[in-house]
């Protein structure tokens, strides 16, 4: 072995904590990756399942192929699996199902011509369906255009061929919007992880390379030549890759394995399938290729820079201090506050500049990612409260009348209930609540009276769509506190008809609406049970501030009306009475159940599930950030240990050494967290510009992860500056000043 090999051995295993804190950086990068490309084989695992089991285990079907021509599909080279079935006719599965069968073909795995069979009969005289399976279904295209071509010599005219999309969209053969987006996604975050990683892990070849200058100039004065001195450093980013990436691949697959778990538990009821576990051959060599080109990008800079050092100069150590003494300058307020450690602090920041600005860099990474990443998770979770609007009730129901509702209170024992008589208008809902839940609702939004029939409470907030496609939240004009508001009611004009399977309302929407008034008492953001998150303006009134001749008219339309209830005592009970009614009403009736425990449920579990996706990686990539953190301050802090023994030996007091780490820790910090804050806002700011295409619910400040992101900064400096600190208070201050190197 080279002798310049053998240094760089003895180096690694001479700073064992340096070199084992840069193998973790680099096996988490590894692990990183290969959990994103899992993930996404997975997911991809998980749609071919859910295609097969809805249209089938074949790429393509011909049909009505005549016995003798079946050959020139079963001999065909890419043709590795097939069978076959008998076709189908409108005699066979009825008129309705071939119907179905000629306007859906993918449906075909449902319907009856999937009727396997492995054989043909010993004396077939007819035509068969087959079904193939290609060896490569890329050049599925190609492959049956010229089998299709042959059948057509062969018989004289066109033979049908149905393709089974579906499976082929999961396999990424043919376009799918959903795997592209997932594509996307998980090149997006391969990017980040690997431009991180290069950031975050050359500092540690940066300082393995300044550690050994000397030895480096050294070499080069008895004959090295800069080409051997940059070999030197690669060959150390070569030995970190051979252990980090293995550990890391081996980690990676432990964290897929973990999350397909996750995800299975918390979305059993969501996804139509589970997700099955999947790593491809060929994810193994992409991972160690990736992580192999990060690391040899991250050594490559410090392999350059250190062969590039005269050897006269790398000797003498002054390559990294190159700064005039006006830039050392401190201000007399530091030296006021902080006394001399802290004018010491400060120079030695100025004079250590690159060190300094790469312990910055990954702070700063890690702050921004994580407060525009937090912003993200509050955007998603708004939008979908929207879409899927998150209420305290459990249930839903729509369609019926007041009696049937108060029928299900006294049932089921409901206390918590509220249900709505909602007008049809032409210009605002008009909602007449039952009156008990009207007077709850009234005390919450500060109105207590002895006539709670004569109150009418308005909640004056709407989604208005914009010229640009988007929606954002609005006011309705004509709405103020103590003044009337004119709500043209739409009339119906209600007849009771009969027919075989019995009585039945029918109604029409008569031509001019009846103009009512209504006194608004109060204008509230507030929304009672069951509405919370509906983006309308809606006035709510009790059921008796109508005249009986207008609360008949609102109860004509009875799909209309809604009712919630949350806390119910036996809501299984409930669930199963319900369903029961809808495999049994009629088909005029309209009673509509929802279960919006179990929907929400869903939802949370949706966002649960982002959020642990997008704060673990923010989480791994932060601490990636942190071996590089680690490295760089106690590495500098152990390079200054002679530096340390000289000012205690010429009179500086503890407190004064403690004073002056603490100011080194304050500017970490500080510059960090007024770099990154900003930085992160943007991020977050940039989130919320590309949701507000779509729905604007204004700019959310993140208070809580620009707080967070200040404390775990300011203990993860004070408890690295801590440790480095007590390592050197156990050498000797003589011998220290005495030693050469660390």
């Known amino acids: 072995m080279p002798i310049l090999q053998k240094l760089t051995i003895k180096n690694l295993h001479k700073n064992k904590r340096r070199t084992i804190v840069t193998i973790l950086g680099v096996m988490l990068s590894a692990a990183l990756i290969l959990a994103v490309v899992g993930m996404v084989t997975s997911f991809q695992k998980m749609m071919e399942s859910v295609a097969i089991s809805e249209t089938g285990n074949y790429h393509a079907v011909f049909d009505s192929v005549p016995t003798d021509s079946l050959k020139y599909i079963t001999?065909?080279?890419?043709?590795?699996?097939?069978?076959?079935?008998?076709?189908?006719?409108?005699?066979?599965?009825?008129?309705?199902?071939?119907?179905?069968?000629?306007?859906?073909?993918?449906?075909?795995?449902?319907?009856?011509?999937?009727?396997?069979?492995?054989?043909?009969?010993?004396?077939?005289?007819?035509?068969?369906?087959?079904?193939?399976?290609?060896?490569?279904?890329?050049?599925?295209?190609?492959?049956?255009?010229?089998?299709?071509?042959?059948?057509?010599?062969?018989?004289?005219?066109?033979?049908?061929?149905?393709?089974?999309?579906?499976?082929?969209?999961?396999?990424?053969?043919?376009?799918?919007?959903?795997?592209?987006?997932?594509?996307?996604?998980?090149?997006?975050?391969?990017?980040?992880?690997?431009?991180?990683?290069?950031?975050?892990?050359?500092?540690?070849?940066?300082?393995?390379?300044?550690?050994?200058?000397?030895?480096?100039?050294?070499?080069?004065?008895?004959?090295?030549?800069?080409?051997?001195?940059?070999?030197?450093?690669?060959?150390?980013?070569?030995?970190?890759?051979?252990?980090?990436?293995?550990?890391?691949?081996?980690?990676?697959?432990?964290?897929?394995?973990?999350?397909?778990?996750?995800?299975?538990?918390?979305?059993?009821?969501?996804?139509?399938?589970?997700?099955?576990?999947?790593?491809?051959?060929?994810?193994?060599?992409?991972?160690?290729?990736?992580?192999?080109?990060?690391?040899?990008?991250?050594?490559?800079?410090?392999?350059?820079?250190?062969?590039?050092?005269?050897?006269?100069?790398?000797?003498?150590?002054?390559?990294?201090?190159?700064?005039?003494?006006?830039?050392?300058?401190?201000?007399?307020?530091?030296?006021?506050?902080?006394?001399?450690?802290?004018?010491?602090?400060?120079?030695?920041?100025?004079?250590?500049?690159?060190?300094?600005?790469?312990?910055?860099?990954?702070?700063?990474?890690?702050?921004?990612?994580?407060?525009?990443?937090?912003?993200?998770?509050?955007?998603?979770?708004?939008?979908?409260?929207?879409?899927?609007?998150?209420?305290?009730?459990?249930?839903?129901?729509?369609?019926?009348?007041?009696?049937?509702?108060?029928?299900?209170?006294?049932?089921?024992?409901?206390?918590?209930?509220?249900?709505?008589?909602?007008?049809?208008?032409?210009?605002?809902?008009?909602?007449?609540?039952?009156?008990t839940a009207f007077r709850e609702f009234a005390n919450l939004v500060g109105i207590k009276t002895d006539d709670y029939n004569r109150i009418a409470i308005a909640n004056n907030q709407t989604l208005e769509y914009g010229d640009d496609g988007g929606y954002r939240i609005g006011k309705l004009e004509g709405l103020q506190e103590g003044e009337n508001f004119t709500v043209e009611l739409l009339?119906?004009?209600?007849?009771?008809?009969?027919?075989?399977?019995?009585?039945?309302?029918?109604?029409?929407?008569?031509?001019?609406?009846?103009?009512?008034?209504?006194?608004?008492?109060?204008?509230?953001?507030?929304?009672?049970?069951?509405?919370?998150?509906?983006?309308?303006?809606?006035?709510?009134?009790?059921?008796?501030?109508?005249?009986?001749?207008?609360?008949?008219?609102?109860?004509?339309n009875l799909p209309s009306s809604q009712f919630f209830a949350a806390s119910i005592p036996n809501l299984e009970e409930l669930d199963s009475y319900m369903n029961e009614i809808a495999d049994t009403q009629g088909e005029s009736e309209h009673i509509f159940y929802n279960n919006l425990k179990e929907n929400q449920d869903q939802m949370r579990r949706v966002v649960l599930l982002m959020s642990i996706f997008l704060y673990g990686f923010v989480a791994v990539v932060t601490l990636i950030g942190v071996t590089n953190i680690f490295n760089t301050i106690t590495t500098n802090i152990a390079l200054r240990a002679k530096e340390f023994a000289m000012l205690k030996s010429i009179g500086m007091t503890h407190e004064e050494f403690n004073r002056m780490i603490r100011l080194e820790s304050l500017m970490y910090a500080g510059k960090a967290l007024l770099i990154g804050l900003p930085i992160g806002l943007l991020l977050s700011y940039g989130f919320y510009q590309s949701i507000a295409n779509s729905v604007d619910f204004g700019f959310i400040f993140p208070y809580p992860a620009i707080l967070i992101s200040i404390i775990a900064v300011a203990l993860l400096i004070s408890v690295i500056m801590h440790y480095s600190v007590r390592q050197v208070e156990k050498q000797n201050i003589i011998e220290t000043i005495r030693s050469e190197n660390i």
């Not at 432990?254 to 139509?272: K, P, Y």
């Not at 009339?491 to 009512?516: F, Q, R, V, W």
């Not at 049970?529 to 008796?544: D, N």
């Open 75 to 435: 001999e065909n080279q890419h043709v590795k699996e097939y069978f076959y079935s008998e076709p189908v006719t409108a005699e066979s599965v009825g008129e309705d199902t071939f119907e179905t069968y000629t306007l859906y073909p993918g449906l075909a795995y449902q319907l009856a011509d999937y009727k396997r069979l492995d054989s043909l009969p010993e004396h077939p005289n007819k035509a068969y369906n087959i079904y193939v399976v290609y060896d490569n279904p890329k050049d599925f295209a190609a492959i049956q255009e010229r089998i299709l071509t042959t059948l057509k010599e062969t018989l004289g005219k066109d033979i049908n061929v149905r393709t089974n999309s579906n499976l082929l969209r999961a396999y990424g053969v043919v376009s799918d919007q959903a795997l592209t987006s997932l594509y996307w996604i998980a090149g997006i975050i391969i990017a980040i992880i690997v431009i991180t990683s290069i950031i975050v892990i050359r500092n540690s070849f940066s300082i393995s390379a300044t550690e050994r200058t000397r030895q480096f100039g050294m070499l080069a004065s008895i004959g090295a030549t800069p080409q051997q001195i940059r070999h030197s450093v690669i060959f150390e980013g070569i030995i970190i890759s051979a252990i980090g990436i293995p550990l890391g691949i081996l980690l990676g697959v432990v964290a897929v394995a973990v999350l397909v778990i996750i995800i299975n538990c918390l979305m059993q009821d969501v996804f139509m399938a589970a997700i099955e576990f999947s790593l491809p051959f060929w994810v193994f060599p992409f991972t160690l290729g990736l992580s192999f080109i990060t690391i040899l990008l991250s050594c490559l800079w410090p392999a350059i820079r250190a062969s590039r050092i005269p050897a006269v100069e790398a000797i003498r150590g002054s390559q990294d201090i190159k700064i005039k003494a006006k830039k050392l300058r401190t201000s007399k307020l530091t030296a006021n506050i902080f006394g001399v450690g802290g004018v010491i602090a400060a120079k030695n920041l100025k004079r250590s500049r690159k060190k300094y600005r790469t312990t910055v860099i990954s702070i700063v990474l890690s702050v921004a990612t994580f407060v525009g990443l937090s912003s993200f998770i509050t955007y998603g979770k708004k939008t979908i409260d929207l879409e899927y609007r998150q209420t305290a009730a459990d249930i839903s129901i729509s369609g019926a009348d007041s009696d049937f509702y108060q029928k299900l209170v006294e049932r089921f024992g409901i206390n918590n209930y509220a249900y709505y008589l909602a007008t049809t208008s032409a210009n605002i809902s008009v909602a007449a609540m039952n009156e």
């Open 491 to 556: 009339d119906y004009d209600c007849k009771m008809s009969k027919n075989a399977t019995g009585k039945h309302k029918t109604c029409e929407l008569s031509d001019d609406p009846t103009p009512i008034d209504i006194k608004i008492s109060k204008i509230t953001e507030s929304q009672p049970l069951g509405l919370e998150g509906v983006m309308q303006p809606m006035i709510f009134v009790s059921e008796k501030y109508f005249q009986p001749e207008i609360i008949a008219n609102v109860q004509a």
